[in-house]
């Protein structure tokens, strides 16, 4: 497999305008990295990623306004894997400067082993970023380097980059040198893996 980069997909207008909604429905979290929930995530994917600073409250008014992009991006990915998908989390990260993500897979430990002995990495097994700011403009650093593609990847407001969660696809964001770097992550799992059984769409 591959990275898949779909540039523009949407608007730059539209990157800003889902900032502006993101901003005002996010906490910051103890790691120094922001984190506002679009829906509630399955069980075992909130116990991976630890607290989402979701207020949920909020849960609905962001489920309008972007459930059906999520659902379009969803389906690329299912384009592109040729596989029925659940959306398994999805979260608006905001990277102030001073963080940054190490290398690492998404659905396993660099040495293979499960990310935890629930079974969790089988709702991880596909990610996908959707970029709404952009490097050099809104922030510095925070590049994305995937080593085994030779790709080094500098954030554009309304990208989109779909990958398979296993050590093939590991990958690193550089640290943010200034600024807040912007996206929203998704992981989907194969239909039905999704424990709690609930998507975005229900509430």
């Given at each position: 497999m591959t990275v898949t980069i779909l540039k523009n997909y949407i608007s730059a207008e539209h990157a800003k305008e889902y900032i502006e909604l993101l901003d005002g429905h996010s906490e910051k979290t103890d790691r120094g990295i922001w984190n506002a929930l679009g829906y509630e995530s399955s069980l075992q994917a909130s116990t991976v990623n630890g607290t989402t600073?979701?207020?949920?409250?909020?849960?609905?008014?962001?489920?309008?306004?972007?459930g059906d992009l999520?659902?379009?991006?969803?389906?690329?990915?299912?384009?592109i894997?040729?596989?029925?998908?659940?959306?398994?989390?999805?979260?608006?990260?905001?990277?102030?400067?001073?963080?940054?993500?190490p290398m690492h897979a998404d659905r396993v430990k660099l040495d293979g082993s499960p990310i935890q002995p629930?079974?969790?990495?089988?709702?991880?097994?596909?990610?996908?970023?959707?970029?709404?700011?952009?490097?050099?403009?809104?922030?510095?650093?925070?590049?994305?380097?995937?080593?085994?593609?030779?790709?080094?990847?500098?954030?554009?407001?309304?990208?989109?980059?779909?990958f398979k969660g296993d050590l093939e696809h590991m990958h690193e964001v550089k640290e943010v040198l200034s600024g807040e770097r912007k996206n929203v992550v998704f992981f989907w799992a194969k239909r039905g893996n999704v424990s709690d059984g609930r998507g975005y769409f229900e509430y």
């Open positions: 600073g979701a207020k949920l409250g909020d849960l609905s008014l962001v489920n309008l306004r972007l999520f659902d379009r991006i969803k389906k690329e990915a299912e384009e894997f040729g596989e029925e998908m659940d959306l398994c989390q999805g979260s608006y990260q905001m990277m102030p400067a001073g963080t940054q993500n629930d079974g969790a990495e089988e709702e991880l097994e596909w990610s996908g970023l959707l970029y709404l700011n952009n490097h050099e403009e809104d922030f510095t650093g925070g590049e994305v380097e995937y080593p085994n593609f030779d790709i080094w990847y500098k954030p554009r407001a309304g990208d989109v980059v779909i």
